[in-house]
């Protein structure tokens, strides 16, 4: 019997540079944003007191790995006062498990996950920094889903207010990639500087991508036409990992084929799997509101605001302040489209297009 298990044919002469938590070597086009992150925490390096940061972009546009970079920089320096404790809120989504994930980057110990009181653990949190004199910045990744469970204001309010009970400094980044986050209840403790991430222009997404080829796959397996095409694809979107996904994807679309070179019906397979993975991640951060008035419009095709409006209203009986929001949550995350239209003796309307299904 053939042994289906074996690699021997594949297309790939470094699959890893493919998957969505590679860091490259050689990261391109966030030199700004790199810059402003290091000035933010480089007082903590000093065991001084860090700046506040909000990163702010669209999934795919290099604020992870931005952190990841730096983080790096900050380990090396082995003179450092400073502790980075990394949290990742999409997988870390209580009050306890944050601090607790905290907590386990200070001392490389895990405490319980019952019988201690949150009160109790901040405590420990707080006698164990000052114990180590030194400064600590803490980077909320993906704090979107914190908001999202309600509990953003708690845990950015006593972190940043441990300072008024024990001698320390502690900075703190909330990474945001749908919506910038409500800040009128903590404004008095955390007042930070805005760090945005746009999404990559089609000259940077090409090149980010044909560097991938370069490196990850062997010669002549992807033609430049087909790179250009997955550009195209992964710019309307804003994402370069969706860029990136379609790469690998195509890829072993044409390994099954049993193809030594990758074409665009390859590409054109690879693109509807990928769309539904993408909204599928999107949708884990918008709440029922959200997804029905995603659902709604994608549903109605090309519509209208008042349109649209009117029939979200009919479905949720939500008001027109709670729409707008949803709207532009939708609008920031690149699901929707929108623009305005003429419409003579009537004025001017707006007018919405789902840019993808939300089913199928």
């Known amino acids: 019997m053939k042994n289906f298990l074996t690699w021997e044919q594949t297309l790939f002469k470094d699959r890893e540079i493919f ?22 925490i480089a007082p903590g390096t000093e065991g001084k ?3 506040n940061i909000i990163c702010i972009g669209p999934p795919g546009t290099g604020k992870t790995t931005s952190f990841k970079k730096i983080i790096d920089q900050a380990e ?27 907590y386990k980057k200070m001392t490389g110990i895990e405490p319980p996950t019952s019988g201690i009181a949150l009160k109790k653990l901040y ?25 999202l469970r309600r509990i953003f204001h708690d845990v950015v309010n006593n972190l940043l207010r441990l300072h008024e009970e024990y001698p320390l400094n502690i900075g703190l980044c909330a990474v945001h990639s749908v919506s910038y986050p409500p800040l009128d209840d903590i404004t008095s403790v955390f007042i930070p500087k805005i760090v945005k991430f746009p999404a990559y222009t089609w000259d940077e ?30 710019v ?11 790469l690998k994807r195509s890829v072993i679309n044409a390994e099954m084929r049993a193809s030594k ?14 769309s539904k993975d993408r909204l599928k ?27 649209l409006f009117d029939e979200f209203h009919k479905r949720t009986k939500k008001g027109y302040t709670t729409f707008h929001k949803a709207l532009n949550k939708l609008i920031n995350a690149k699901l929707v489209d929108t623009y305005i239209e003429n419409r003579g003796k009537n004025g001017r309307t707006r007018v919405i297009t789902v840019k993808q299904p939300t089913s199928g």
């Open 19 to 40: 998957e969505f938590g590679h860091v490259p070597d050689e990261f391109l086009y966030r030199e700004l944003q790199m810059k402003n992150i290091g000035y933010a």
């Open 49 to 51: 007191q860090p700046q």
């Open 76 to 102: 090396q320096i082995s003179s450092s006062s400073l502790i980075l404790a990394y949290v990742n809120c999409r997988y870390t989504q209580t009050h306890y498990s944050v601090l607790a994930e905290i």
């Open 123 to 147: 405590e420990k949190v707080a006698e164990t920094l000052a114990a180590k004199n030194k400064s600590m910045f803490v980077i909320l990744d993906d704090a979107d889903f914190l908001i």
């Open 205 to 234: 997404t090409f090149d980010i991508l044909n560097r991938r080829v370069k490196i990850g796959l062997y010669p002549n397996v992807m033609e430049t036409g087909i790179i250009e095409k997955i550009s195209g694809c992964a």
């Open 236 to 246: 309307p979107k804003g994402d370069i990992r969706f860029g990136i996904d379609l």
């Open 261 to 274: 070179t990758v074409d665009f019906t390859d590409v054109d397979n690879a693109l509807i799997e990928a």
């Open 281 to 307: 991640r999107y949708l884990k951060v918008f709440t029922d509101t959200e997804t029905a008035l995603l659902n709604t419009a994608s549903e109605m095709g090309t519509s209208h605001a008042g349109e």
